[in-house]
């Protein structure tokens, strides 16, 4: 995981990311933090994976620079770091994961880490799955839908199909707390591949349509609510 703080401050910069090893320590693996105090417009095209950003940069804005990044790498987690607690709102036009306020640093740290750890757990997730007499892990967020025909899962993923037995019931009530979610009786969907919803209707990043069913309405809408509160 590739960690950016952003911050012409060096010494709260260090103690950012010290506290992220500490939280850290025993959850992840392979953390790569790089600490950037100047010329933050030239990590706009950063493939990073979290971003601490601080507001106020010498020279710079940085709301502005997250703009920037994000039209590089949507999936960038954002987290703005301030002593200026008025702007907060605007931040928002950024979507930004989360706020620390430099003068309540410790208070804010503790929850916006403990969020950031379910986020990341559920983004990095794995599932076991049996196919052709092999079990393999497929990563969650590599899921595209998962269908039942018949007596067989079908799992599309980006990297190719799987197939597995058992049913979709059982299938999502295992994987219930990932971003997988049930939308009809014979198809489960990834949260994560939303690109927007109209009415009961969910429209993928690559375009598809797919129907969300009476049944589900309920507990998708609880899900996806989730999902957006803590993205």
């Not at 990563?139 to 998962?146: G, L, M, N, P, S």
């Amino acid at each position: 995981m590739k960690v950016l703080i952003c911050d012409d401050d060096i010494d709260f910069s260090n103690v950012l990311a010290n506290d992220f090893k500490d939280y850290f320590f025993d959850k992840l693996n392979n953390v790569d933090i790089e600490i950037v105090n100047c010329d933050f417009s030239s990590y706009k095209n950063s493939q990073a994976d979290v971003c601490f950003m601080d507001i106020d940069l010498v020279g710079e804005n940085g709301i502005h620079v997250v703009k920037e990044m994000k039209k590089h790498n949507k999936n960038l987690v954002v987290i703005f770091v301030s002593l200026r607690e008025d702007l907060v709102f605007n931040t928002f036009s950024v979507e930004p994961f989360q706020f620390i306020r430099k003068n309540h640093y410790q208070s804010d740290l503790y929850e916006v880490f403990r969020q950031l750890d379910g986020k990341i757990n559920r983004k990095y997730a794995k599932i076991m799955i049996r196919d052709n007499k092999r079990f393999i892990y497929l990563a969650v967020d590599e899921i595209i839908t998962v269908i039942i025909f018949m007596h067989d899962l079908i799992i599309n993923t980006s990297r190719g199909t799987y197939y597995s037995t058992g049913t979709l019931k059982h299938f999502y009530e295992k994987n219930k707390k990932t971003s997988l979610v049930q939308i009809q009786k014979n198809m489960i969907i990834n949260i994560e591949k939303i690109k927007s919803i109209s009415k009961n209707n969910i429209i993928y990043e690559d375009g598809k349509t797919y129907e969300i069913g009476r049944v589900y309405k309920d507990d998708f809408k609880a899900k996806y609510e989730e999902h957006i509160y803590d993205s």
